[in-house]
């Protein structure tokens, strides 16, 4: 049996990866933060396990504090490990950038410091992110398209990619980054944009609210279900050798267009009027507000485009993703439906 360590077991991917593991036979072995309210949501199902069933076991840690991630390396001894732990919101990042490079950059080199003085043999996987290319300089991004990083967040993980890079180079480290672009499902958080809109649209259609506010209803994303993705990492570590790829659909659709889709699966059709600020999307039927743009959601760098050309994973790791956009919008917003008791 592996063992696989999983930093963020608490967040969306770790959720989705743990449970992964736990079906291949792996013992898995998570890294959850303290805090005064229990943030286990998204796993507290693999932890209800008895018997011979799946179990998580969870240690105290923080990417902020080195002895703890010495401490559970030397105790867990895995074969793989999964940083996945970041302060991951591109938009707070402006408004935490020192926080968001001690967790999302430095946080890295202390674990990956860890690792090659406590178990230099295991596996390492880096969550690096398409953020990287910021600006893009060329579409659709690859391997080989140069990082323009656009944010406090961009600029950390840029230095985790190449600390991840440096290891393997300097040491030796069977170290791998997944380039991966966005990923999306029933557990986002709620504050990124796809579940935002999700779970106004459940709210609306339930009649708990009338309207969403939103920033940049032009930014395009190469949205993918995050159940795919954490397959992909998986397959990152089970490689011959170590590398680095880009994961993702490699479709691209805008804000906007994931507002027409997730209201309409719950039976309302948007017609846009108005440009920038004035934009507002109102439901065909009776003319009701139901999207409005508030530039307090504007960033002050933005990305506007990604798009994934993921050949390199598709032939090397044999990785296939099973759902496309649209099945991901309806599944999002009919789980959204379900909490809020409208289905
Ligand atoms: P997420 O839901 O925000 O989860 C982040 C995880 O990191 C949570 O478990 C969080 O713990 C933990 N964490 C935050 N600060 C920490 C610290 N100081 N020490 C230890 N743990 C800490 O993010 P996600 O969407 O699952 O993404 C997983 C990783 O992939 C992140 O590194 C993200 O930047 C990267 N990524 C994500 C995407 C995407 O589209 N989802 C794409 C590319 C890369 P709490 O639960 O306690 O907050
Ligand atoms: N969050 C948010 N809220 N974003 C909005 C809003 C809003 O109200 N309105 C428009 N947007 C736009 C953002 O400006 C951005 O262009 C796009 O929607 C997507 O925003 P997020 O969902 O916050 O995701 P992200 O693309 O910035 O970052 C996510 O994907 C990265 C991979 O490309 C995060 O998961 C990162 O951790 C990840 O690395």
Same mark, same amino acid.
């Given at each position: 049996?592996?063992?696989?360590?999983?930093?963020?077991?608490?967040?969306?991917?770790?959720?989705?990866?743990?449970?992964?593991?736990?079906?291949?036979?792996?013992?898995?072995?998570?890294?959850?933060?303290?805090?005064?309210?229990?943030?286990?949501?998204?796993?507290?199902?693999?932890?209800?396990?008895?018997?011979?069933?799946?179990? /998580?076991?969870?240690?105290?840690?923080?990417?902020?504090?080195?002895?703890?991630?010495?401490?559970?390396?030397?105790?867990?001894?895995?074969?793989?490990?999964?940083?996945?732990?970041?302060?991951?919101?591109?938009?707070?990042?402006?408004?935490?950038?020192?926080?968001?490079?001690?967790?999302?950059?430095?946080?890295?080199?202390?674990?990956?410091?860890?690792?090659?003085?406590?178990?230099?043999?295991?596996?390492?996987?880096?969550?690096?992110?398409?953020?990287?290319?910021?600006?893009?300089?060329?579409?659709?991004?690859?391997?080989?398209?140069?990082?323009?990083?656009?944010?406090?967040?961009?600029?950390?993980?840029?230095?985790?990619?190449?600390?991840?890079?440096?290891?393997?180079?300097?040491?030796?480290?069977?170290?791998?980054?997944?380039?991966?672009?966005?990923?999306?499902?029933?557990?986002?958080?709620?504050?990124?944009?796809?579940?935002?809109?999700?779970?106004?649209?459940?709210?609306?259609?339930?009649?708990?609210?009338?309207? /969403?506010?939103?920033?940049?209803?032009?930014?395009?994303?190469?949205?993918?279900?995050?159940?795919?993705?954490?397959?992909?990492?998986?397959?990152?570590?089970?490689?011959?050798?170590?590398?680095?790829?880009?994961?993702?659909?490699?479709?691209?659709?805008?804000?906007?267009?994931?507002?027409?889709?997730?209201?309409?699966?719950?039976?309302?059709?948007?017609?846009?009027?108005?440009?920038?600020?004035?934009?507002?999307?109102?439901?065909?039927?009776?003319?009701?507000?139901?999207?409005?743009?508030?530039?307090?959601?504007?960033?002050?760098?933005?990305?506007?485009?990604?798009?994934?050309?993921?050949?390199?994973?598709?032939?090397? /790791?044999?990785?296939?993703?099973?759902?496309?956009?649209?099945?991901?919008?309806?599944?999002?917003?009919?789980?959204?439906?379900?909490?809020?008791?409208?289905?």
């Amino acid at each position: 049996m592996k063992t696989a360590l999983i930093t963020g077991v608490t967040g969306q991917d770790g959720s989705y990866l743990a449970e992964l593991l736990l079906d291949k036979g792996y013992a898995v072995h998570g890294v959850v933060r303290r805090s005064s309210t229990f943030n286990r949501g998204r796993i507290d199902h693999l932890r209800k396990g008895s018997g011979g069933d799946p179990y /998580l076991h969870l240690h105290y840690g923080d990417l902020g504090d080195t002895e703890s991630l010495t401490t559970i390396l030397a105790e867990v001894q895995p074969d793989e490990i999964y940083n996945l732990a970041a302060q991951s919101h591109v938009g707070i990042s402006f408004t935490m950038p020192t926080y968001t490079g001690e967790v999302s950059g430095l946080g890295t080199v202390r674990l990956l410091e860890a690792v090659r003085q406590i178990v230099p043999q295991a596996r390492f996987y880096q969550a690096s992110s398409s953020e990287l290319f910021g600006q893009a300089l060329e579409v659709p991004q690859n391997e080989q398209t140069p990082f323009h990083p656009r944010s406090p967040y961009a600029v950390a993980k840029l230095y985790s990619f190449w600390a991840t890079v440096n290891f393997r180079e300097a040491y030796g480290l069977y170290a791998s980054n997944g380039i991966l672009f966005n990923h999306e499902s029933p557990r986002r958080g709620e504050n990124f944009v796809t579940r935002k809109i999700t779970r106004a649209v459940a709210e609306i259609a339930a009649g708990q609210r009338d309207w /969403l506010s939103l920033g940049n209803l032009e930014a395009r994303r190469d949205w993918g279900f995050a159940g795919d993705f954490v397959d992909a990492m998986w397959r990152i570590l089970q490689a011959d050798d170590p590398d680095d790829w880009v994961v993702g659909i490699g479709e691209e659709h805008s804000v906007r267009e994931f507002c027409d889709l997730a209201f309409a699966h719950a039976g309302i059709e948007l017609e846009w009027t108005g440009t920038g600020t004035e934009e507002v999307g109102r439901d065909r039927a009776n003319g009701t507000t139901r999207v409005l743009v508030n530039p307090r959601y504007f960033r002050p760098a933005e990305v506007d485009r990604l798009l994934s050309d993921a050949s390199k994973a598709r032939q090397g /790791l044999g990785w296939e993703p099973k759902v496309g956009f649209e099945e991901l919008v309806r599944m999002m917003v009919d789980a959204d439906l379900e909490a809020v008791g409208a289905k």
